[in-house]
C-alpha cells in the first residue's frame, strides 16, 4: 500500500471517528432531554425501552471508535493493513469497505466458518 493510500484510509478512519462522536454527543443530549420530558410525555416502560435502545447504540458506537483508533495507532506504527494471522498484505479494496480490519479476506473467512462450525 502506498503513502497515499494509506493517508486517504486515515482521512476515512478520521471522518468516521468525529461523525461517532458527534453522534454520541448527540444521543446523549436527546437522553437528557427525554429524562426531563418523560414524566411530561411518556410512560415509564416506554421510556426505559428507548434509553436502553440509545444505550445499546452508544455502547456499539464506542466499540467502534476503539477499533478505528487502533486502526490509527496501526498507521503510526506501520503495522496497518498487515494481517494480524497470516502476515501478509490486506487487500486495498478490503480496507476501503472496512478500515478497521485487521485481517485479510482469507483469514476472515476461516475463522468466521470455524466460528459457524463451533457453534453447531
Known amino acids: ?3 497515499k493510500q494509506v493517508e486517504f484510509l486515515k482521512a476515512i478512519l478520521n471522518r468516521q471517528i468525529d461523525e461517532l462522536m458527534h453522534h454520541a454527543d448527540h444521543v446523549m443530549l436527546e437522553m437528557s432531554s427525554h429524562r ?3 414524566s411530561e410525555s411518556m410512560d415509564r416502560a416506554s421510556a426505559d ?3 436502553s435502545l440509545k444505550l445499546k447504540i452508544r455502547s456499539r458506537e464506542s466499540l467502534l471508535i476503539q477499533k478505528i483508533q487502533q486502526a490509527l495507532e496501526r498507521i503510526e506504527i506501520g503495522s496497518y493493513g ?3 494471522s497470516c502476515g501478509e498484505d490486506i487487500a486495498i479494496q478490503r ?4 478500515p478497521v480490519t485487521t485481517k485479510c479476506l482469507p483469514c476472515k473467512e476461516e475463522e468466521e466458518r470455524i466460528e459457524k462450525l463451533s457453534a453447531t
Not at 95 to 98: D, F
Open 95 to 98: 480496507l476501503k469497505a472496512r
Open 82 to 84: 498487515i494481517c494480524e
Open 49 to 51: 425501552t428507548d434509553q
Open 1 to 3: 500500500m502506498n503513502k
Open 36 to 38: 426531563i420530558q418523560e
